[in-house]
């Protein structure tokens, strides 16, 4: 016969499932004990590794080792490392992905998770996984000054919008001395498909469609960012291809060479592309790399100063720099190639690493 302590225990870790957060309360009912004799038996299959917990004492929330789709908190305080979290929490049922899809996986937590600790500037962060047939979600969330608003603060720009098009870009960081701002770049480009919801601007990058998008979602009462990164098991994409790609591999590490810039990203309200400061606010921090490539998708046209400007003017300043366009319509190429110094050479096709 069962003991009365495998009793309780059996009955954890039978509706932990069920009730994640209020597993104490419900144990202590169905079984006329008090929450501290609750709170040792949990704490057994804690240490057995039977269970996980995540938040603090009075809102703890627990997790059967095993099971997929979690919703992790955690406080933002000195020792907390994304590589200890990764390990004790989510390691065990991400090691039997794919090694592709393992590898970005990791990579990506790591990248997202570490920015939430040392930019967020906030108290908490959450992660929260979200299992399907045949992809997975993961998701992380900080309450702290939203990655929109703390770009814009440090660039002084007149909208928020602009700090989309400049993160886009890489190698930008708010913490130089500490981060280079490749690590979102990159994953921003590795998971199928990549999101930054904050303060009520959605910016995806959606790389089974090579396509972007920056739209106004209704605000909701929560503060800081959420990322939001998607991916099939069957991806064919790789971490290592992906690094390649955009990277020269002269030194020991490959060094991030290549940007491509979704012109699109560029527009506020009803603007067009037309203008020379509209061209620099596209060019800003471009002088840090190698390769340029211009994506004009969904752009109708552009106007002569505005051309001028990229592929004259820069060109002129920066000959070093290749430029490229890319997703070009016909109206935009007769425009760009009217502007191309004899020097230039032909546009050539678009940028992918897959």
């Given at each position: 016969?069962?003991?009365?302590?495998?009793?309780?225990?059996?009955?954890?870790?039978?509706?932990?499932?069920?009730?994640?957060?209020?597993?104490?309360?419900?144990?202590?009912?169905?079984?006329?004990?008090?929450?501290?004799?609750?709170?040792?038996?949990?704490?057994?299959?804690?240490?057995?590794?039977?269970?996980?917990r995540?938040?603090?004492?009075?809102?703890?929330?627990?997790?059967?080792?095993?099971?997929?789709?979690?919703?992790?908190?955690?406080?933002?305080?000195?020792?907390?490392?994304?590589?200890?979290?990764?390990?004790?929490?989510?390691?065990?049922?991400?090691?039997?992905?794919?090694?592709?899809?393992?590898?970005?996986?990791?990579?990506?937590?790591?990248?997202?998770?570490?920015?939430a600790?040392?930019?967020?500037?906030?108290?908490?962060?959450?992660?929260?996984?979200?299992?399907?047939?045949?992809?997975?979600?993961?998701?992380?969330?900080?309450?702290?000054?939203?990655?929109?608003?703390?770009?814009?603060?440090?660039?002084?720009?007149a909208?928020?919008?602009e700090?989309?098009?400049?993160?886009?870009?890489?190698?930008?960081?708010?913490?130089?001395?500490?981060?280079?701002?490749?690590?979102?770049?990159?994953?921003?480009?590795?998971?199928?498909?990549?999101?930054?919801?904050?303060?009520?601007?959605?910016?995806?990058?959606?790389?089974?469609?090579?396509?972007?998008?920056?739209?106004?979602?209704?605000?909701?009462?929560?503060?800081?960012t959420?990322?939001?990164?998607?991916?099939?098991?069957?991806?064919?994409r790789?971490?290592?291809?992906?690094?390649?790609?955009?990277?020269?591999?002269?030194?020991?590490?490959?060094?991030?060479?290549?940007?491509?810039?979704?012109?699109?990203?560029?527009?506020?309200?009803?603007?067009?592309?037309?203008?020379?400061?509209?061209?620099?606010?596209?060019?800003?921090?471009?002088?840090?790399?190698?390769?340029?490539?211009?994506?004009?998708?969904?752009?109708?046209?552009?106007?002569?100063?505005?051309?001028?400007?990229?592929?004259?003017?820069?060109?002129?300043?920066?000959?070093?720099?290749?430029?490229?366009s890319?997703?070009?319509?016909?109206?935009?190429?007769?425009?760009?190639?009217?502007?191309?110094p004899?020097?230039?050479?032909?546009?050539?096709?678009?940028?992918?690493?897959?």
């Open positions: 016969m069962a003991s009365r302590a495998q009793e309780i225990r059996s009955y954890l870790l039978e509706n932990i499932p069920r009730h994640p957060k209020d597993i104490v309360a419900i144990t202590s009912e169905a079984f006329a004990v008090t929450r501290m004799t609750v709170h040792r038996h949990l704490d057994r299959l804690l240490k057995d590794k039977k269970i996980i995540t938040g603090t004492t009075r809102g703890a929330t627990y997790f059967l080792k095993n099971s997929l789709d979690k919703t992790l908190i955690f406080e933002i305080q000195p020792g907390l490392k994304e590589d200890a979290v990764w390990q004790e929490y989510l390691q065990d049922e991400f090691s039997g992905l794919p090694d592709p899809v393992l590898e970005i996986c990791a990579y990506g937590f790591a990248e997202i998770f570490n920015n600790l040392t930019h967020s500037e906030g108290k908490g962060v959450v992660v929260k996984t979200v299992w399907k047939k045949d992809s997975l979600e993961l998701n992380i969330i900080d309450d702290g000054i939203g990655i929109f608003r703390k770009i814009q603060n440090a660039l002084d720009l909208d928020e919008r700090g989309v098009l400049h993160l886009s870009k890489g190698k930008f960081t708010t913490d130089p001395e500490r981060h280079s701002g490749e690590g979102l770049f990159f994953t921003s480009r590795v998971f199928d498909v990549f999101g930054l919801f904050s303060e009520g601007l959605f910016y995806c990058k959606d790389n089974l469609q090579d396509d972007w998008f920056l739209e106004r979602r209704k605000r909701d009462k929560s503060k800081g959420k990322v939001s990164m998607a991916i099939r098991f069957d991806t064919k790789t971490l290592g291809d992906v690094v390649n790609f955009f990277s020269r591999t002269e030194s020991e590490l490959p060094l991030l060479d290549t940007t491509e810039i979704r012109v699109q990203l560029s527009k506020l309200e009803e603007e067009h592309y037309v203008s020379r400061s509209q061209a620099k606010r596209v060019l800003l921090g471009v002088e840090k790399f190698r390769r340029v490539v211009l994506d004009f998708k969904h752009v109708a046209t552009v106007g002569q100063a505005f051309v001028d400007e990229v592929f004259r003017v820069f060109k002129s300043s920066h000959p070093e720099i290749e430029v490229d890319v997703n070009a319509n016909e109206n935009v190429r007769f425009m760009i190639e009217k502007s191309l004899d020097s230039f050479g032909p546009l050539t096709g678009a940028v992918s690493p897959v």
